[in-house]
């Protein structure tokens, strides 16, 4: 055993060696370090008998090296026909956008600098004006996203209080986010109302008590209900709330502006009504970046302000930067900024013009068999569940789909399986894409297990 210790490489003959010329040195140095004391343990617990040859353990280095010095966070092709593709980053930005954002992103800004005064400003101001003028509502406050607004709200007003809601409307929106859990972990006492599928007004008015505080409406988001079902509209329970004394509070979910033809209720019709509080997140159906958007009463957003919890859920600047810009777009009706709303409203002609002209190109430079056919794509996010939109794919002949689809994915091409044939929903690929495409098929064509 001390033998084979002994034959273990030294660190600086390492560091020297000519195929690890190009590593920083010090990070090379850890890696190696870790990498020698994991031989060793190994070794000393009997679990290794000789060492790798020097190349193989030179090698095995760098693909560590390579692997950590690489960004993992890389772009990838959306061929699944899911817009709102939560575990592929939701929306997605016009280059017209961003190319705006990165020229402020290099200088100083006023982000909390109010320049006509000279003094310390707000970071919400920048878009208050924006939201008012979009909802004509009297003040708007952003944050994070929508699940820190629905924190806020009910740590601010319900804390230790009871929060009526429908037991029709405890959902879960996916990542084991649970709007019943938030509530209580944010110090609010859940009352919940009626039953799964009905839920009367008179069940919100007799649960109301002296401990109450609110009464919440949620939207169903990535689910509905069908048949005998009943559900209070937000009008009434705001009339109710104001009976009362209470707090009405709508958390929307998608926040749906305008731009798509769906049944959605639209945030510039429930702004109409002027509820006390609403609140949607900034990357679903409205389209742009990862926040919480929350719009109502004066008085009680700047009790909102007003909670320390705020600089914990507060939004970032690149964030805001963002989301500045994409209600702008909302605001001057320049919605083709806004490419969640573009591709959901490109029509199956279109769609399938843009299949046909990628379809050619894969017959010219890929040996494989094709065929264009009809598919139906999903706004996706957890949002409009029973809407579908008509679209066109390119379905793929390959053996083995399983291995076929798991190479595409290593390769940046998220596709989906149907019928054991690889499909290519055309909704989110763009033009710029269809390259990159064939080159991707090109190569995994190429490797022996894939076909
Ligand atoms: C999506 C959703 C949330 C959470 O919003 P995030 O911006 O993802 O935090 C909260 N409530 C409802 C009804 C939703 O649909």
């Not at 939109?389 to 190479?407: E, K, M, N, R, W």
């Amino acid at each position: 055993m001390q033998q084979l210790l002994s034959l273990l490489p030294k660190i600086d003959q390492i560091l020297q060696a000519p195929q690890l010329s190009h590593c920083n040195k010090g990070l090379l140095k850890k890696l190696a370090q870790q990498y020698l004391q994991h031989l060793r343990e190994q070794i000393l617990t009997h679990q290794l008998h000789s060492i790798p040859p020097y190349k193989d353990l030179l090698q095995t280095l760098k693909e560590q090296y390579h692997h950590i010095t690489s960004p993992s966070l890389i772009p990838l092709i959306n061929a699944t026909g899911v817009v709102l593709q939560t575990n592929l980053g939701r929306s997605v930005f016009s280059q017209n956008i961003i190319a705006k954002i990165a020229q402020n992103l290099s200088e100083y800004s006023n982000l909390e600098y109010d320049i006509t005064q000279g003094k310390r400003g707000e970071r919400y101001e920048h878009i208050k004006a924006i939201i008012c003028a979009l909802f004509d509502c009297e003040d708007a406050l952003v944050l994070n996203n929508n699940a820190a607004a629905l924190m806020l709200i009910i740590n601010t007003f319900a804390k230790n209080k009871e929060v009526i809601i429908s037991r029709g409307e405890l959902v879960e929106i996916g990542g084991s986010f649970r709007i019943p859990e938030v509530i209580k972990e944010s110090g609010g006492i859940l009352h919940e109302v009626g039953a799964t599928n009905k839920t009367h007004l008179k069940d919100y008015e007799e649960a109301i008590n002296e401990e109450s505080a609110m009464i919440i409406k949620v939207h169903q988001s990535n689910f509905a209900q069908i048949g005998f079902t009943q559900s209070i509209d937000y009008k009434e329970l705001q009339k109710l709330a104001q009976q009362y004394h209470l707090i009405d509070y709508y958390d929307v979910g998608s926040g749906y502006i305008k731009g798509i033809k769906c049944n959605e209720p639209s945030l510039l019709e429930i702004a109409k009504n002027h509820p006390s509080l609403v609140s949607f997140s900034g990357d679903k159906l409205l389209g742009g970046t990862q926040a919480g958007i929350v719009f109502g009463k004066k008085a009680l957003i700047e009790k909102l302000k007003k909670n320390h919890l705020l600089r914990a859920l507060r939004i970032d600047k690149i964030s805001l930067m963002f989301l500045q810009e994409t209600l702008l777009a909302y605001l001057k009706d320049e919605l083709s900024l806004i490419p969640t709303l573009s591709m959901l409203n490109q029509t199956p002609k279109e769609l399938l013009q843009k299949a046909q002209i990628l379809q050619a190109q894969l017959q010219r430079h890929c040996n494989l068999q094709t065929q264009i056919i009809p598919t139906s794509s999903k706004a996706g996010g957890g949002s409009l569940p029973l809407l579908d939109f008509p679209s066109y794919g390119i379905s793929l002949q390959v053996s083995h789909a399983q291995d076929f689809c798991a190479t595409l994915r290593q390769k940046g091409l998220i596709s989906r399986i149907h019928q054991d044939k690889i499909l290519l929903d055309m909704r989110c690929i763009q033009e710029r894409h269809f390259d990159k495409i064939v080159e991707i098929l090109k190569e995994t064509l190429k490797s022996p297990t894939a076909i």
